[in-house]
């Protein structure tokens, strides 16, 4: 049983559309963080959040962290192929604490 | 800054045989933490060493240890190796005490 719950696992979408990927827990985590991961290649760190409610925005991307600081969102706007990948949630109970990852995401962007 | 490298990045086995992957850390990062993942389980984490001390450890059976030496670098090795052993492997490493963390990227193990 996956602590972290992603979906959808699978969203396929056409260039220039929206997408959301949702992350949720019944526990409560000290921080979340979110992943891209290509084929082949181990996963980048997109964003880190740690307060309950927080809302941070990287170009396209926006993530939330919920005020429980037990789920997460990440909202890509005007989607582009170089979207194209796996999206994981991951979060620690603590600092220095190891991560528990979602699933994952698979989003592929068509041009 | 360099990354996180991990060699060799593809390797194939016979089961029974032992394998060591290595992994060294961004400069400055003194954890290091190790992670499996299949298409069925997703990523998986097996431990973490700090200061040459493992300081976490995952749900994996005794056959996956590790260790981590005094210039942060570290190993994993896996023993008495399964065909369920294959999957990517990855190391990540982090600084002090903080909750990032970065991944190389990754030794693709193969058990046939």
């Known amino acids: 049983t996956q602590l972290l719950e992603q979906s959808p696992q699978f969203l396929s979408i056409q260039e220039g559309e929206n997408l959301t990927v949702y992350c949720n827990s019944s526990?409560?985590?000290?921080?979340l963080q979110w992943y891209r991961q290509e084929p082949g290649e181990g996963p980048v760190l997109l964003v880190t959040?740690?307060?309950?409610?927080e809302v941070k925005k990287l170009k396209r991307l926006t993530f939330q962290f919920g005020d429980a600081r037990k789920d997460s969102s990440l909202h890509i706007t005007a989607a582009q192929p170089g979207d194209t990948g796996l999206y994981l949630c991951?979060?620690?109970?603590?600092?220095?604490?190891?991560?528990?990852f979602g699933g994952g995401t698979r989003v592929l962007v068509k041009p | 800054k360099a990354g996180v490298t991990q060699t060799p990045r593809y390797l194939i086995k016979t089961r029974g045989q032992q394998v060591t992957l290595s992994c060294s850390p961004i400069s400055g990062h003194r954890s290091v933490s190790w992670y499996q993942q299949t298409p069925g389980q997703g990523l998986q984490f097996l431990f973490e060493y700090f200061s040459e001390t493992q300081r976490n450890k995952g749900n994996f059976p005794g056959r996956f240890s590790g260790r981590q030496f005094s210039n942060s670098r570290s190993e994993m090795n896996v023993s008495t190796l399964e065909l369920g052993d294959s999957a990517l492997y990855l190391c990540?490493?982090?600084?002090?005490?903080?909750?990032?963390?970065?991944f190389g990227p990754g030794t693709r193990l193969t058990v046939t």
């Open positions: 526990s409560v985590f000290s921080s």
């Open positions: 959040v740690v307060t309950g409610g």
């Open positions: 991951a979060g620690a109970r603590a600092a220095g604490n190891k991560l528990t």
């Open positions: 990540a490493s982090t600084r002090d005490i903080s909750y990032e963390q970065y």
